[in-house]
């Protein structure tokens, strides 16, 4: 609906004009935002007590995973493809960016988040099956995961950065948080001793 009074083509060119300008304003003071958000999460890794929680990189829903049993096969799973490999590469070299150049690193045994943990090149990589991905549809497993992963977590050293690779279902049972392909939440036990998720980072 055009203001009263004023022709379509000039009521259309204020509007986009508004709208340009009202982008532009977004834009500029977002970006900053964003970077300094994310800069503040980096310094958080620094600190005793945080332990990252990194969902793997990317890997294409099909094929789907049809054997559950044996992880070491890597035919019958979804696999990272090279968007995925870059991007695990890409968040490494950020690690090693802001002054983290290694860190305690276990992972999942599903050939997606062991080949993320590797590509990371932050040190040796240590399978945990406590990790393994676990399904919304069997939430006793999923409860039963988490358990043993944060009994695992209290057990890290809080002087050294530890970063655990594994999948979106274990990272949303364990933190309460719902993470993107190759995003990472930066986490830490509460005075309660409950998991509380104090910044993410996606890279784009």
């Given at each position: 609906?055009?203001p009263?009074?004023v022709p379509?083509?000039?009521?259309?060119?204020?509007?986009?004009?508004?709208?340009?300008?009202?982008?532009?304003?977004?834009?500029?003071?977002?970006?900053?935002h964003?970077?300094r958000a994310?800069e503040?999460?980096w310094a958080?890794?620094?600190?005793?007590?945080?332990?990252?929680?990194?969902?793997?990189?990317y890997?294409?829903?099909?094929?789907p995973?049809?054997?559950?049993?044996?992880l070491?096969?890597?035919?019958?799973?979804?696999n990272?493809d090279?968007?995925?490999?870059?991007?695990?590469?890409r968040?490494?070299?950020?690690?090693?960016?802001?002054?983290?150049?290694?860190?305690?690193i276990?992972?999942?045994q599903?050939?997606?988040?062991l080949?993320?943990?590797?590509l990371?090149?932050l040190?040796?990589?240590?399978?945990?099956?406590?990790?393994?991905?676990?399904?919304?549809?069997?939430?006793?497993?999923m409860?039963e995961a988490?358990t043993?992963?944060?009994?695992?977590?209290k057990?890290?050293?809080?002087k050294?950065?530890a970063?655990?690779?594994?999948?979106v279902t274990?990272?949303?049972?364990?933190a309460?948080?719902m993470?993107a392909?190759?995003?990472l939440a930066?986490?830490?036990?509460?005075?309660?001793?409950?998991?509380?998720a104090d910044?993410?980072?996606?890279?784009?």
């Amino acid at each position: 609906m055009r203001p009263i009074g004023v022709p379509i083509a000039s009521a259309t060119f204020t509007v986009a004009r508004a709208g340009f300008a009202a982008l532009v304003a977004a834009l500029v003071v977002a970006a900053p935002h964003g970077a300094r958000a994310d800069e503040k999460v980096w310094a958080l890794m620094k600190m005793p007590g945080h332990i990252v929680l990194l969902r793997h990189s990317y890997a294409p829903e099909s094929p789907p995973d049809t054997d559950l049993v044996n992880l070491k096969n890597c035919k019958t799973q979804r696999n990272l493809d090279e968007t995925g490999r870059a991007h695990a590469r890409r968040l490494g070299d950020e690690f090693r960016k802001h002054g983290i150049k290694r860190a305690v690193i276990h992972s999942s045994q599903y050939c997606r988040t062991l080949e993320t943990a590797r590509l990371l090149k932050l040190g040796p990589v240590k399978e945990l099956p406590a990790l393994n991905q676990t399904f919304f549809a069997k939430p006793g497993e999923m409860r039963e995961a988490a358990t043993k992963t944060i009994a695992f977590m209290k057990t890290l050293p809080a002087k050294q950065l530890a970063v655990l690779v594994t999948h979106v279902t274990n990272i949303q049972a364990v933190a309460g948080v719902m993470v993107a392909s190759g995003e990472l939440a930066v986490v830490r036990f509460g005075p309660s001793g409950d998991v509380v998720a104090d910044g993410r980072i996606k890279l784009p």
